[in-house]
């Protein structure tokens, strides 16, 4: 079983729509959560961290359930620039330790 | 946020040839530096984690003799790839952790073509 799972997608969707995006992680300890975004052929970017309360940064709402170990990501009003692709990232040790990647989620958002 | 950068941003090479890419915190001290290869449609893959001054931990299935990984400084880390093959071609991409931030940021990655 793969550590982090996410559905490659292609996701197409309309721009002004919402889209939302999940993730399951296999190690039930792990510590931290993230959702970072690739544009193609560059580095991730840390989109936001993932906290059990659920957190919302703008357009964006993220939200952890341990118990079923999923990660779920939430866009609103989507824009053409959200179109990317969206790693489900987990950190299985402390935050100093090295990070473990799904495959990501490929969005497109269409005028 | 914090800059990482990297150099080189591409090189193409040889097949037999080292290649050695370097990572250097720019506007933080980093003591811990982790190196990543992303193959084509593929996830982004820890190799190993580097630590000033000590010798690196790689993870499992990586090769150390292959895969030199240097951490002299609290800024820089360098990857060598010894004796390059097709097979190694892939988006090489080094982090460096902030501790005061507790943040890990990311270099612009190394696209690595062996021919």
């Known amino acids: 079983r793969k550590e982090v799972e996410q559905d490659p997608g292609p996701f197409n969707v309309p721009e002004g729509a919402t889209v939302a995006f999940n993730c399951t992680y296999s190690?039930?300890?792990?510590?931290?959560f993230f959702w970072y975004r690739q544009d193609c052929r560059k580095e991730p970017k840390l989109l936001m961290s993932?906290?059990?309360s659920g957190n919302e940064d703008g357009r964006f709402t993220a939200q952890l359930n341990r118990a079923s170990q999923y990660i779920s990501l939430l866009i609103r009003d989507s824009k053409l620039s959200d179109s990317a692709t969206y790693l489900c990232v987990v950190n299985m040790g402390t935050r100093a330790d090295g990070l473990t990647f799904g495959k990501g989620t490929h969005l497109i958002i269409q005028p | 946020g914090a800059v990482v950068s990297q150099h080189p941003s591409r090189v193409i090479c040889k097949s037999g040839t080292s290649v050695k890419i370097e990572c250097r915190s720019l506007?933080?001290?980093?003591?811990?530096m982790f190196w990543y290869r992303q193959f084509p449609k593929q996830s982004l893959m820890l190799m190993a984690t580097?630590?000033?001054?000590?010798?690196?931990?790689?993870e499992q299935g990586v090769e150390k003799d292959k895969f030199l990984i240097n951490h002299a400084s609290l800024t820089l880390s360098t990857l060598t790839v010894t004796s390059a093959h097709p097979e190694d071609s892939s988006f090489y991409i080094c982090s460096g952790w902030d501790q005061q931030k507790e943040t890990q940021y990311f270099g612009p990655g190394t696209r690595l073509l062996v021919l």
């Open positions: 190690n039930s300890a792990s510590q931290s």
């Open positions: 580097s630590n000033e001054g000590s010798k690196a931990t790689y």
């Open positions: 506007d933080f001290q980093a003591t811990t």
């Open positions: 993932v906290y059990s």
